[in-house]
């Protein structure tokens, strides 16, 4: 066969393509065409989905081998990512003005983990100062990425995952008050978390 | 609008499983009924673990935004089996 037959041959081969599905435009409240946007969106969504699970498979697997030293791993590299990314942040002395730097931080680098701060009724302020100078204060965490992925398997949470986010937030703080940070959990529910973040003085 | 809780008596058993696990002490326990009462919804964060845990499914909550969990994509669940 000469080369213009083989090409002629692979051209029949070739399938036809797929006739162009008419996408439902998706039209607002106010009549705005927001078809792509909506596409967008769940585009990133299923990106971050499969990112996750991936991720939540392998800390699973993770955990199986290395037992609790896997929670200690996945900490040092969620708090070397945080510091890393808060080194150039201005430094504040202020807790909640650096979590609004760490909220910033998230936002800036497409991280979509909201969290809020949290006041009991009881407590007269957001945040309270223990006799050895460390501050403490309470955190919700609603949507969350990690306890998404660990339901979508069944998987238990306060695992390496959890312990990857309590060290991202632990590097970030430190690199950005310049004083050590502890964000434990309270309690992990199933539509929300509690977390207690403890910043220890300069001095301790 | 914030978080309301409510638990339906005559279905509560007075186990005390919600007393034990939410986090902001929402619910106290009235020994002379043997049943829990909501006695500080002020603090209720909605994490829902009160609701999943009651055995009667008496407790009911109201006024909380619900997570938008991951959806079920099969194919992918496919491609992860070997990871598990
Ligand atoms: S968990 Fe349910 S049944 Fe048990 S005390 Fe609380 S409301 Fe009553
Ligand atoms: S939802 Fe959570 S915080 Fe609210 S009452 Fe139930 S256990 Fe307590």
Sequence with gaps: ?204 | MSVQVTIREEACRGCQMCVDVCPTKVFTYDDAAAKARVSGVEDCIACLSCVYLCPSMAINEAGYTAVKNFYRDLDFSRRMERFL
């Design chain 1, 1 to 204: 066969m000469n080369r213009t037959n083989r090409r002629r041959s692979r051209s029949r081969r070739r399938t036809p393509p797929a006739p162009a599905v008419q996408e439902k435009e998706y039209k607002g409240h106010q009549g705005n065409t927001r078809g792509h946007h909506v596409k967008e969106m769940e585009a990133t969504r299923t990106t971050l989905q499969e990112t996750m699970t991936f991720m939540t498979a392998l800390a699973y697997g993770m955990e199986q081998m290395a037992d609790r030293g896997a929670n200690g791993m996945a900490f040092v590299a969620g708090k070397k990512l945080g510091a890393k990314l808060a080194e150039t942040s201005q430094k504040t002395d202020d807790i909640t003005q650096a979590l609004d730097t760490v909220r910033k931080l998230l936002s800036a680098n497409h991280c979509n983990w909201g969290f809020e701060t949290f006041k009991r009724k009881a407590q007269p302020t957001l945040i309270t100062k223990g006799a050895d100078g460390a501050e403490k204060l309470e955190l919700v965490f609603r949507d969350c990425m990690i306890r998404q992925s660990l339901f979508r398997y069944g998987h238990v949470q306060k695992g390496s995952m959890c312990y990857m986010m309590y060290g991202f937030f632990s590097g970030a703080l430190e690199a950005i008050l310049g004083r050590r940070a502890v964000l434990e959990v309270t309690h992990a529910g199933q539509n929300a978390c509690l977390k207690c973040l403890t910043v220890h003085s300069k001095e301790s």
